[in-house]
């Protein structure tokens, strides 16, 4: 969709692929003016099933086919996704390229969803809305106010599972970048604490640690160059943000889109 505004270059541009359903037509019955409008996949005559991206297929047969219809999806050929999920206290959003590499933000809300029941109207999210709020702009609540447990999580992961996480708290925050050999390891990291004014760095499976102490004035070592101290479990710390990160987006996952079946057709008061 564009214009020929500086020769079509902007716009959305999303081609159908082979055996996609499409309606075409021509504007005053011109074929030098043609328009394609993507319409949802063919189904077999006597069937009623949706056929509708996996991580939607998952969520409706995990919990209902109206949850799945809080889901926004958009996704390449090759897999390359925009994804959100607008359900009350499952609030969450991902970009990510084939591969699966992306960024992710983790900032459920406090209020469920109405629970909607056969033969009952859909009804409007009862949960906050952004509204034009940004954090750019400095407008935004404060964690505490809007997301579930007062942390908002957003952060970047490559395919080895290293990256960078940002958990902003209400009052405090943290920064933490890590670096890994494979997905779910957590090798040499540097975490930034604002509350305590101090960043840490940490290498060689948690034992050499040095701490730079904004509130004290200090640099701290764990091996005797100014002061010798016991190592904090960093590790642990991570290890329990990333599991959170883990818990959120792994109920999108299927094996295989095999593993998903058929999903149930829509109830007839619903259709």
Not at 17 to 45: D, H, N
Not at 77 to 98: N, P, S
Not at 100 to 115: C, E, L, N, P, V
Not at 196 to 219: C, H, P, R, W
């Amino acid at each position: 969709m564009g214009s020929s505004y500086r020769d079509g270059d902007h716009g959305i541009w999303w081609c159908p692929v082979p055996g996609e359903r499409v309606l075409v037509g021509f504007i005053a019955g011109s074929y030098y003016r043609a328009f394609v409008i993507p319409g949802p996949p063919w189904q077999e005559p006597g069937h009623n099933k949706q056929i509708i991206p996996g991580e939607a297929r998952h969520i409706a047969k995990q919990s209902s086919v109206r949850d799945s219809t809080r889901l926004r999806i958009q996704k390449t050929e090759a897999g390359h996704t925009w994804f959100a999920d607008d359900r009350g206290e499952e609030e969450c959003m991902f970009l990510c390229d084939w591969t699966g590499a992306g960024i992710y933000w983790d900032s459920q809300g406090t209020q469920k969803d109405i629970k909607e029941r056969k033969g009952e109207p859909s009804y409007f999210r009862v949960g906050k809305r952004r509204g034009t709020k940004t954090a750019f702009a400095g407008t935004s609540e404060n964690p505490s106010s809007i997301v579930a447990g007062g942390i908002g999580l957003m952060g970047l992961m490559d395919l080895n599972g290293q990256g960078m996480i940002c958990a902003a708290k209400s009052g405090e925050g943290k920064v933490i970048i890590y670096a890994a050999k494979k997905n779910g390891e957590i090798g040499p990291n540097i975490i930034l604490d604002a509350k305590e004014d101090s960043i840490y760095f940490t290498a060689g499976d948690g034992n050499v640690q040095m701490i730079l102490d904004g509130k004290k004035e200090t640099i701290r070592t764990s091996r005797q160059i100014i002061l010798e101290i016991i190592p904090i479990p960093v590790k642990e710390f991570i290890s329990k943000l990333l599991e959170k990160v883990r818990e959120t987006f792994k109920k999108y996952h299927a094996t295989s889109l095999k593993d998903l079946g058929q999903m149930q057709p829509f109830p007839k008061d619903v259709v």
